[in-house]
């Protein structure tokens, strides 16, 4: 069972910057997909991004592209999204995600282990 636990949220203003972290608990995180989604009030949990167990293929939403970054560190079994030029609409919980095969998807349900959330809030 991987446990996960995001960290690095908070409130911001728009244009701002914050940088968020996932820690996993096991060693074989390096083999694991992870990936990034959010659930902002009332909506549904939307596709962030995602990374391959090497950090050498990344996808991401539409939304996000340009402005956030998604990294991991195996060595320290923690992957991290940079979030650059926040906006209002950036305003959600943030999850991090992960799952054992090669696929980069982009519905959460094809996601195994989930961590609890952090929750961003970028004021205008």
């Known amino acids: 069972q991987v446990q996960l636990i995001e960290s690095g949220g908070g409130l911001v203003q728009a244009g701002g910057s914050l940088r968020l972290s996932c820690a996993a608990s096991?060693?074989?995180?390096?083999?694991?997909?992870m990936a990034w989604f959010r659930q902002a009030t009332g909506k549904e949990r939307d596709f962030v991004a995602a990374?391959?167990?090497?950090?050498?293929?990344?996808k991401y939403s539409e939304s996000v592209k340009g402005r956030f970054s998604i990294s991991r560190h195996n060595a320290k079994n923690t992957m991290y999204l940079q979030m650059n030029s926040l906006k209002p609409e950036d305003t959600a919980v943030y999850y991090c995600?992960?799952?054992?095969?090669?696929?980069?998807?982009?519905?959460?349900?094809?996601?195994?282990?989930w961590g609890q959330g952090t929750q961003v809030s970028v004021s205008s």
């Open positions: 990374i391959n167990w090497s950090g050498s293929s990344t």
């Open positions: 096991e060693r074989s995180f390096s083999t694991n997909t």
């Open positions: 995600a992960a799952r054992r095969d090669l696929r980069l998807p982009e519905a959460y349900y094809e996601y195994d282990y």
